[in-house]
């Protein structure tokens, strides 16, 4: 019978540390769908994945904007919080040593006598953590310090990939407000011409309108790039914590499309399983699961014994002469064992509503993956697709090209009307207009990807 105590001791230890929480349920293809044009080794991207676009305006930026961005100085003080906040919660589960020094006085109205009364008493107490409450707390402690490392990273990522494409945004109004102000001269030229064939009779009223309507499209759209431009630099502006009167002076403006933007990346996407180990939005669901795992085990915790010990010694005296003397001395410890019997199920429920938490953040971390899934696969095809649009494109332009210039040649000759010189025109200028659009698209393209794949592994 002796041994019974014991027995049960261990019975509670175990039962307290056996949580039965399920485990996700991840599956995937063996490799992406859209990803055979793309080298299959594993994800190998820098934590510069950017430098890969040879821009060094798009450099600058984005190390402005991981320098001085005030999201990301906010996430890695989440960081340090939570490192600090591991200290704090040890801290509960062991000794804890006070100390006492009061004075009192006591006053008898019939003999008008003042006793004092002078203590010293330092104390020490300690509630012993059993059945695991330290272990669980310290890894709820330590899984919150991964969640914010993650979340770091997610903000950082999110703010480059945001910088890279509001970056080629704005390259491609500067590229739009060219492509307006030299059609806007050609048009002028244009109009200039028909003019001078309106006066000598050899061009109608209507061709001169049509003309001018030529050109006020195309000097329409010029102050449309510019407020567009000048919004996308207040854009980044924000992004890279700058004042705008002192960002827009910057030239960052000065850089252009290349023109070879269509050009593949090689950029080795790895299989669908690496992302898990990779994605930011990924990672930081897992230490949500993580956490939400030790708040069961500590509501489990809640429901079992209790023992705490204390221990107090000091000195006391009516005088302070006599504080220290032999006879002045006290001391007292006490040890007590607390055991739940019954709070109307609060300790239960308590327990099941964490389970109920934790299986949250179980399909929150499938669900994460399986979006991850998605985001790759999609920016994959887009790539993909663009390319091929983008060869065809070209040639588009480079024939509408040919055609504005030959049905021009042909209406001065008197060979053709001008609603052919206007149809030509207004294709080759659309044509342009949607030709730049892709070349900056498929830049955002390989953002995307990269972003989807979880980019590089930021140096924190």
């Known amino acids: 019978m002796r041994k019974l105590p014991y027995i049960l001791f261990i019975a509670s230890v175990a039962v307290g540390c056996n949580l039965h929480l399920a485990k996700p349920q991840l599956s995937s293809q063996k490799e992406y769908i859209f990803g055979k044009e793309f080298p299959g080794d594993s994800i190998a991207l820098r934590d510069d994945w950017w430098q890969m676009f040879g821009d060094t305006t798009l450099n600058r930026l984005i190390e402005r904007a991981i320098s001085q961005n005030k999201n990301i100085e906010i996430a890695a003080s989440r960081i340090e919080e939570a ?29 008008n006598d003042i006793a004092m009364d002078y203590k010293i008493i330092p104390a020490a107490s300690w509630e012993v953590p059993l059945f695991g409450s330290l272990r669980q707390a310290t890894k709820g402690a330590k899984a919150a310090i991964e969640y914010e490392v993650w979340q770091y990273r997610g903000i950082r990522l999110a703010l480059e990939a945001e910088v890279a494409t509001t970056y080629f945004t704005l390259l ?29 009779g050899f061009a109608s009223g209507v061709n001169l309108e049509q ?57 080795a996407v790895g299989f669908p399983s690496d992302i898990l180990h990779r994605r ?35 000195v006391t005296s009516g005088k302070i002469s006599k504080l220290f003397s032999s006879k002045g001395w006290v001391a007292s410890a006490m040890a007590a064992l607390s055991q739940p019997i019954y ?41 993909t697709t663009s390319r091929e649009e983008l060869k065809r494109y070209a040639d588009l ?10 049905t021009y040649a042909l209406y001065r000759n008197g060979l053709s009307g001008y ?38 592994v930021p140096v924190q």
């Not at 332009?397 to 030959?406: D, F, G």
């Open 419 to 456: 609603l052919d010189v206007i149809d030509a025109e207004r294709s080759l200028y659309t044509s342009q207009m949607q030709f730049e659009n892709l070349v900056a698209q498929q830049y955002i393209n390989y953002i995307t990807l990269c972003k989807a794949l979880g980019g590089g």
């Open 280 to 314: 930011p939005d990924i990672m930081a669901a897992y230490y949500t699961m993580e956490q939400r795992a030790a708040a069961v085990g500590l509501a489990r915790t809640a429901r079992f014994p209790s023992f705490s010990f204390s221990r107090s010694a000091g």
């Open 397 to 406: 332009v480079e024939s509408y090209r040919n055609i504005a210039i030959q």
């Open 83 to 111: 490192r600090h906040n591991l200290v704090v919660t040890r801290s509960a589960y062991w000794p804890s040593l006070s100390g006492d020094i009061s004075v009192e006085a006591s006053y008898t109205g019939a003999t």
């Open 211 to 267: 003309a001018q309507s030529l050109l006020y499209t195309s000097e329409a759209d010029i102050p449309l790039y510019e407020r567009a431009i000048a919004q996308t630099l207040l854009s980044l502006a924000t992004l890279t914590g700058d004042q705008p009167e002192d960002f827009i002076d910057t030239g960052v403006a000065d850089s252009r499309l290349t023109t070879n933007a269509y050009r593949p990346y090689d950029i």
């Open 172 to 200: 491609q109004y500067r590229q739009d407000l060219a492509i307006a102000k030299r059609s806007s001269e050609l048009r002028r030229e244009m109009v200039s011409l028909v003019d001078s064939l309106y006066r000598y």
């Open 343 to 383: 709070n109307f199920g609060g300790l239960r429920r308590s327990e099941l509503a964490a389970r109920e938490a934790y299986k949250q953040s179980l399909l929150a971390y499938e669900q994460s993956f399986i979006e991850a899934l998605s985001d790759v696969e999609s920016a994959l095809v887009a790539i």
